[in-house]
């Protein structure tokens, strides 16, 4: 619950007041909790940039740093205030259209300002502003419709029934908003414009319509310098009709969308978040709903859920509680030999699935873990340590990654700088996408270089001395088998069994004997995996360096338990 719900795991004290206290009514209480945690709208917010392909840089050619975090602050927040799907998502595809819109609302629009943006100074500026709005009609239609809209850009769809001509009846819904290219900045390279709002100190991109509208046409086998008929705004004819009184924009598109009448969008929006709990979806296919994607495996569990969705007012919230509380969640993820053969997949969802957390909860457990976690909620981006030499830099201009210090060097990994073609090297091992494009599903890999990124990325080995620190002081106020239990507890959120509290008293103890006869390995052990640890570490006791140095040995173990970064 803790690891869906906030993406952070619980604390000892919660670990032992759920099995001291564990009954549907305190899971209950338990699961309010934490939907209510500000930590909620963080964990959820990552799912949903993935889809916006959020990322802090431009994403094509020289990949400039941008302004971009007010908007995925806003998400944050949005979340976290339960704010109804339908009101999400008009403020995102169209909050400036809004009568007196806030300024919260117009921020909320940066959901298609945060796509990439071509800065080579050699392309057509027609082109680009081209490659801008088919991008905003094709995630929509991913993101909305699960519909792979992008098929009749050139043709009618070969498999769903979209024309070209529908196709660039939407697109007429997002011709009209400002041109994006900005003036040169230098060695054939030009900055990314177009309207903005100040939040703060920052100011962060947004939607805007032109007054005078463009004329939208088809473009002939999708090449935009070969035009033919002239189109309006107006949806898919194949869905329900819209609202005869709705405005012919992006306001209109976005109040079709969110209309209980439309088969999708609700369906749509369960099936993903079912997907980011179960790791897979009633529909395996999520980004196609269209007859080249798979049929539900559950169609009523599916349809009721998404009524259901739609009569509760669109609360995420509400849909969550349901799913956690579901006794399909709570099975366990052991699978008997029978099982294994007749539903490999779990198509019929007869246990839990074991699954990786995602590359942030990596980086956050373990941050939570060694008690180094930074609580603090948005802002500009963070800098944790990364090899250097990552970023390309051609000139003064290029953006240069200068290491984050102090709390900043902890905060959580949705934080992070997210410049797409250099992506941090521990999020890309994991693999996070680079947002390049929408990401409506993250694949999971298992490759040598995660385990590589668990046992040297800089963050895991100060999350690991973080972590021995603890079981140093527990160990003074108990004792080794207590420390044992408390370090694996944190990690794994259970008890260990004898055999594993044998194990690893067995490796403290060799780990000791061989610091103390051996101090200056200890201490050189030590001062390689503090690095810059900022949080106020007093220099080492000479007469705890062994200690510690046991204690980090055993730390280090187990971060880098399969157990620690999975769940189920």
Request: overall charge neutral; aromatic content about 10%; charged content about 25%.
């Amino acid at each position: 619950m803790h690891f869906d719900l906030t993406g952070l795991p619980p604390t000892i004290e919660k670990i032992e007041d759920f099995l001291d206290k564990d009954s549907p009514g305190f899971r209950s209480k338990v699961v309010d909790r934490l939907l209510e945690s500000p930590h909620f709208g963080e964990r959820w917010a990552r799912h949903w940039l993935d889809l916006a392909r959020y990322g802090d840089s431009t994403g094509i050619h020289e990949d400039v740093v941008r302004p971009s975090w007010a908007w995925r602050d806003w998400v944050v927040q949005a979340f976290n205030a339960g704010m109804p799907f339908d009101q999400f998502t008009i403020e995102q595809l169209a909050g400036d259209l809004l009568p007196d819109a806030t300024l919260a609302q117009k921020v909320a629009t940066g959901f298609h300002r945060a796509a990439p943006f071509n800065t080579e100074g050699g392309t057509p500026k027609e082109a680009r502003r081209t490659y801008q709005v088919l991008d905003r009609v094709n995630v929509t239609g991913t993101v909305w419709l699960g519909a792979t809209l992008e098929c009749a850009q050139c043709h009618d769809h070969f498999y769903d029934p979209i024309s070209q001509k529908e196709y660039y009846q939407l697109v007429a819904f997002f011709n009209n908003t400002p041109d994006e290219m900005g003036k040169s900045i230098g060695a054939g390279r030009s900055a990314m414009t177009g309207p903005t709002v100040k939040v703060g100190e920052a100011s962060t991109f947004v939607m805007q319509e032109i007054q005078k509208k463009r004329t939208s046409q088809i473009f002939l086998r999708g090449n935009y310098e070969t035009k033919g008929e002239k189109v309006l705004p107006k949806v898919p004819g194949f869905l329900h009709p819209p609202d005869q009184e709705a405005p012919d924009n992006r306001l209109g598109l976005a109040q079709w969308l969110v209309d209980p009448e439309n088969p999708l969008t609700h369906r749509v929006t369960v099936n993903r978040w079912w997907s980011e709990i179960f790791g897979a979806g009633l529909v395996r296919t999520g980004a196609d709903f269209g007859t080249q994607g798979e049929a539900p495996s559950h169609p009523d569990l599916l349809d009721w859920l998404a009524v259901d969705f739609v009569e509760q007012n669109w609360s995420m919230k509400k849909l969550l509680k349901q799913i956690v509380l579901s006794s399909t969640y709570a099975q366990s993820p052991r699978i008997s030999p029978d099982n294994k053969t007749k539903d490999p997949q779990n198509l019929l969802l007869g246990r839990f699935p074991k699954l990786r957390l995602s590359a942030e909860a990596i980086r956050d457990n373990a941050l939570r873990i060694g008690g180094l976690l930074t609580p603090a909620l948005g802002g500009p981006p963070a800098y944790p340590p990364q090899p250097d030499g990552i970023w390309w830099i051609r000139d003064d201009k290029s953006p240069k990654y200068v290491t984050s210090t102090g709390e900043e060097r902890y905060r959580r990994s949705l934080y992070t700088i997210w410049r797409r073609t250099y992506l941090h090297p521990t999020l890309s091992n994991f693999d996070a996408p680079n947002r390049v494009t929408c990401s409506a599903d993250r694949g999971r890999t298992n490759t040598p270089l995660q385990a590589l990124t668990l046992m040297n990325d800089p963050i895991f080995l100060e999350a690991g001395f973080g972590l021995a620190r603890r079981m140093l002081e527990r160990s003074k106020s108990h004792s080794i088998k207590d420390a044992i239990r408390f370090g694996f507890c944190l990690s794994t959120t259970r008890n260990p069994d004898q055999t594993e509290t044998d194990a690893l008293r067995g490796l403290y103890e060799k780990s000791f004997q061989t610091f103390s006869i051996d101090g200056d390995s200890a201490y050189k052990l030590l001062n390689s995996v503090r690095g810059e640890l900022a949080l106020g570490v007093s220099p080492l006791n000479a007469s705890e360096v062994a200690f510690l140095a046991a204690w980090f040995q055993v730390a280090n173990v187990l971060l880098n338990l399969d157990e620690t970064i999975s769940k189920g």
